[in-house]
């Protein structure tokens, strides 16, 4: 049979089995994005502190992260972890795997929104006697969001291609029931451009969010 035959004859099949993946892969998505998003204000507050120590342990932390495939530190939360006591089901390996990975990147997005704010600003809250904690909170953060979301954004869409490696731990995600299927009829081409379709139907919106948020961000300024 001919690419177009298997199609005809085997798509159904293949896009509903596919499909079964995407509350996984949605999942984890979600999952790691929650962690990155928070984890990643912590580490982008440490590198950007005073104390010299907690700077350097969040660069240390960055640049690991940054400079390490995500594979391998998927592989060491995965495996590693249950020799200091803890087995991470899957998904837990995969959401924090995949949401330390991003942490370290959304550290970069914050710190860059947090100091396009002019230092002038926390200066004038800390003079009317707020706390350094509610200045950044009430005064510097809402505005850097604006620089924020856009990069932040094409980072979500990066984090969800990323789920494609997460079958490496077990997870029935598309691409691992890609795999499957690829293994039960020997079909590779259709079914991983089927897969490939499925997540540009996804991204592409998601593209498009970014670009509009990134116009806005420029009739601001």
């Given amino acids: 049979m001919n690419f177009f035959q298997i199609i005809e004859a085997k798509g159904w099949y293949f ?12 999942i984890v998505a979600a999952g790691a994005l929650v962690f990155a998003l928070v984890f990643g204000l912590v580490i982008a507050l440490l590198r950007i502190s005073t104390w010299k120590l907690l700077r350097w342990a ?8 940054r400079g390490t495939p995500a594979l391998v530190q998927l592989f060491v939360i995965y495996f590693g972890f249950p020799d200091v ?33 002019h230092r002038g600003q926390m200066e004038a809250a800390l003079s009317l006697g707020m706390t350094p904690t509610r200045a950044m909170r009430y005064i510097v953060l809402p505005q850097a969001i604006r620089t924020m979301l ?8 990066v984090l969800l291609k990323d789920t494609a490696i997460v079958f490496a731990v077990g997870v029935l995600e598309v691409m691992a029931l890609a795999r499957q299927l690829v293994t039960e009829t020997l079909q590779s081409a259709p ?27 420029q009739a601001w300024q």
């Avoid at 896009?15 to 949605?26: E, I, K, R």
């Fill in 85 to 117: 006591g803890y087995q991470p089901t899957p998904f837990e390996a995969a959401i924090l795997g995949l949401g330390m990975n991003g942490a370290a990147y959304l550290s970069e997005i914050y710190r860059a929104g947090i100091e396009s704010i």
């Fill in 58 to 65: 969040a660069t240390a932390y960055v640049e690991f992260f």
């Fill in 150 to 157: 856009p990069p932040m954004t094409n980072f979500a869409i």
């Fill in 191 to 217: 079914i991983y451009l089927m897969a490939g379709a499925m997540y540009l139907c996804v991204t592409i919106p998601m593209a498009r969010l970014a670009a509009r948020l990134e116009r806005q961000r």
């Fill in 15 to 26: 896009f509903t089995t596919l499909l079964s993946g995407w509350p996984a892969t949605l």
